[in-house]
């Protein structure tokens, strides 16, 4: 989730900005509910999808600075083929809201949830001809209408933006839903070589953060993607008890002893949610050997992912190693979320909206 990111930078620097968001989808369309793009006088920050839609959308969402009329809201609905000549043919309602920063007081409340890792939701409700409101809600928040009711239900739940219409006293009014909360796609890297800067490079422009571990503190690149923090120590593995629970390792350092002593050690924590060596399968067979010496059992070394990356791509070049292994990740987090979706509690959070 990044546009919290986007909304804090343009805060800082005092420009005014629309935010072009994707409400309703019908069909086929190139991005989901609640996908964002940021326009200001100069630049624009995010993406709802790219091509003719997005050209559209930002030639008016610009007017209004050339305009400098009061902030408003408003909506448009396009039919990606007949509007846009695209071929998803889909239909997408794309809302407008034109921001004054220093009259949005819910761009603190948004920091403020995120900082404190506390469970939020944004709600944008309203509708767009008349105004849209936003506000923040949070477990325990004492609440007395419905798209309220609803928001705060939701919050245990609820794990990407939804649009849902709320009946109120005036009638039916279209509510937003997104759920604040810092991405927990956790990828903790062991090595800063090639393919360990590679692999940081790869991941630099996707919905995670990254730890990245390294025994000499002067072979990471003066300037970092904004999702990595990195590490310097003697003697990383023993770091491995400092990680998030659910994280997912990546494992290719300078040294095959310790490599060994980093699988090790990760393997007995069992709360991963996936422990990837780098390496041929003669690597694997030695270290399953090795791990089986240290007192693993079978079941624990079995987890173990080595060669590393997804099938079909063999290329050796470190940039091919990491666009091979960035696939997996993608691969076994959706496979994560999915599975998360469809648990009970959810399914029944759901059915009460």
């Known amino acids: 989730m990044k546009w919290p990111q986007h909304i804090a930078e343009l805060r800082d620097g005092g420009e005014p900005f629309v935010i ?42 610009a007017l209004w600075f050339r305009a400098q009329t009061e902030p408003e809201t408003y909506s448009r609905s396009f039919t990606l083929g007949a509007n ?50 936003k506000r ?9 209408d419905p798209i309220a009711e609803q928001a ?40 800063a070589g090639h393919v360990g800067s590679a692999l940081v490079a790869s991941l630099s422009v996707l919905n995670c953060r990254v730890v990245w571990i390294d025994g000499r503190d002067d072979i990471f690149p003066e300037v970092l993607p904004a999702n990595t923090h ?26 095959h002893a310790l490599d060994l002593e980093v699988c090790a050690r990760i393997l007995a924590r069992d709360d991963f949610a996936y422990c990837g060596l780098i390496g041929s399968r003669s690597k694997r067979r030695q270290f399953e050997k090795r791990l089986a010496g240290s007192g ?29 292994v960035t696939a997996q990740l993608l691969q076994l987090r959706e496979a994560e979320l999915a599975l998360k979706s469809e648990s009970p509690t959810c399914r029944l959070s759901h059915a009460k909206i």
């Open 230 to 255: 990195a590490i310097g120590t003697a003697e990383p593995q023993l770091l491995i008890g400092d990680m998030a629970p659910g994280s997912y390792y990546v494992v290719m350092t300078h040294s």
């Open 152 to 191: 705060v239900a939701a919050l245990e739940s609820m794990s990407a933006p939804q649009q849902i219409l709320v009946t109120m006293s005036g009638g039916q009014v279209p509510a937003l839903f997104e759920p604040l909360q810092h991405n927990h796609f956790e990828i903790v890297l062991f090595g």
């Open 136 to 144: 923040v809600l949070l477990r325990g928040d004492e609440v007395s």
């Open 84 to 133: 846009c000549g695209q071929c998803c043919g889909g239909v997408v309602e794309i809302w407008f809201e034109q921001i004054v920063p220093a009259a949005a007081d819910w761009i603190e409340d948004v920091d403020d949830a995120l900082a404190g890792d506390i469970p939020a939701m944004l709600v944008t409700a309203g509708d767009t001809r008349t105004g849209l409101t």
């Open 296 to 324: 693993l059992s079978e079941q624990q070394i079995s987890r173990l992912v080595c060669p590393v990356g997804i099938s079909g791509i063999n290329g050796k070049r470190p940039a091919e190693i990491a666009v091979a």
């Open 20 to 61: 072009v968001t994707v409400g309703t989808t019908r069909g086929s369309t190139p991005r989901e509910t609640g996908a964002k793009m940021f326009v200001t006088p100069t630049r624009t920050l995010g993406t709802i999808g790219g091509g003719q839609l997005e050209y559209e959308c930002t030639s008016l969402a």
